[in-house]
């Protein structure tokens, strides 16, 4: 699949879109406010308005790199699909199969007996009963732990399947940050390879996201060559262990990236709607994509493989559209798909809460207002 990028032609047919974003960006008193669309044909334009700390000199810029948090999710479940592909896992499988070591007693603590038929579509659809994320304190001691990223998500799984479910699996929508660890740890189990270098080699890299990487964007000094996330107070963090959740975290939201490389694997499922995708050495079918984009059956909202599906009338066709946001609590942002009508938008801004979450939204707001009526559907 080959990605076109088209953006300064572009740019210069939306003078008002810049000042507008400013407008919103001051307004909402966030230090910067990032906004762009794409259709399957290509970037249509990145707009940037702010600086990358609050109170800094240095202003952010079109090719600057964004803490996608949760959106990382349907990264992780895009990842599994192509894992699937490969013939190294299947959805079905039981994690009291996937795991025996923690049914056997071997190494770890035992599994609760409960997650014993439990899939990697539960653990992606938020019905697996895991809870949220595990203990403050385990979190916190996953910082300073000498282990490797591998063995850290082992002992997570381990902890998180051993305590009992919150609720019966498949029996409610409970969102959960540690079903996607374990669903990333299975990935590492299967391939004896790290979440992350799985997710450069098969979708980073065959992608061209070259600025995509994992956790705070930027270094950890006073040279402020990235966007920074912002605690509560409006302070900016500096680029280290406290600038994001633990690494091991990674495949519930760690993932930060450019407008321009987020807008790639945004078009990567535009296209897989339409039909099989290639990437790099592998295929993934039409009817793999249809999976990734519908939410599973159940109580709950309509949620599945770290895509929220909603209704929309600038999505054209029925209305489907794909959502999700993404927050580490210092950042936050959000991607939309409009699978039918082939457009994705994004924003993002490098501070949380509410008066961010208000920003975000007004720059998508302003991102429809640039994609006018959606056509009709046919036979309308």
Same mark, same amino acid.
């Given at each position: ?7 300064? /032609? ?5 003078? !008002?879109? !810049? ?11 966030? $230090? ?100 949220? *994320? ?30 009992? $479910? ?27 390879? $790290? ?10 890299? /065959? ?19 990235? $966007? ?15 600038? #994001? *959740? ?33 990437? +790099? ?15 599973? /059956?159940?109580? +709950? ?16 066709? #029925? ?18 798909? +409009? ?10 801004? *490098?501070?949380?809460? *509410? ?26």
């Amino acid at each position: 699949m080959k990605l076109v990028l088209l953006v300064a /032609p572009l740019l210069a047919q939306e003078p !008002g879109v !810049g000042e507008r974003l400013e407008a919103i960006r001051a307004e909402a008193g966030v $230090p910067a406010l990032a906004a762009a669309w794409t259709t399957l044909d290509g970037l249509q334009g990145v707009w940037v308005a702010g600086t990358r700390e609050a109170g800094g000199a240095e202003r952010v810029t079109a090719d600057d790199r964004w803490h996608l948090g949760s959106c990382t999710k349907s990264m992780t479940a895009t990842l599994i699909a192509l894992l699937v592909a490969r013939g190294d896992l299947a959805w079905e499988t039981p994690l009291g199969e996937a795991l025996p070591e923690l049914v056997d007693g071997m190494d770890l603590d035992g599994m609760d007996l409960d997650y014993g038929d439990v899939t990697v579509v539960e653990l992606l659809g938020h019905r697996a009963g895991l809870a949220a *994320n595990p203990d403050i304190p385990y979190l916190a001691g996953l910082r300073a732990s000498p282990a490797t990223l591998i063995e850290q998500r082992a002992g997570f799984t381990a902890k998180v399947l051993g305590t009992p $479910p919150v609720h019966t699996p498949r029996g409610a929508f409970l969102y959960s940050n540690s079903g996607y660890v374990v669903a990333g740890h299975l990935a590492e189990r299967a391939t004896g390879k $790290p979440w992350e270098e799985l997710m450069r080699a098969l979708l980073f890299e /065959p992608l061209d996201m070259a600025s995509a990487g994992f956790g705070p964007p930027g270094l950890g000094d006073a040279t402020v060559t990235q $966007p920074r996330g912002h605690d509560g107070k409006g302070q900016a963090i500096t680029p280290g262990p406290f600038a #994001d *959740n633990p690494p091991a975290i990674g495949p519930a939201g760690t993932v930060h990236a450019s407008l321009a490389d987020w807008a790639k694997y945004a078009r990567l499922h535009l296209a897989g709607a339409r039909g099989d995708v290639k990437l +790099g050495e592998l295929t993934l079918s039409r009817e793999a994509f249809a999976r990734l984009h519908a939410g599973l /059956p159940g109580p +709950g909202q309509p949620y599945g493989y770290g895509w929220v599906v909603r209704e929309t009338g600038w999505a054209g066709g #029925d209305g489907k559209a794909l959502w999700h946001n993404g927050s580490n609590t210092m950042w936050y942002c959000e991607l939309w798909l +409009g699978l039918e009508r082939g457009v994705a938008l994004l924003a993002a801004t *490098n501070q949380a809460g *509410n008066a961010p979450t208000r920003a975000v939204d007004s720059a998508v707001k302003l991102l429809i207002e640039q994609l006018g009526p959606a056509p009709a559907a046919p036979g309308r």
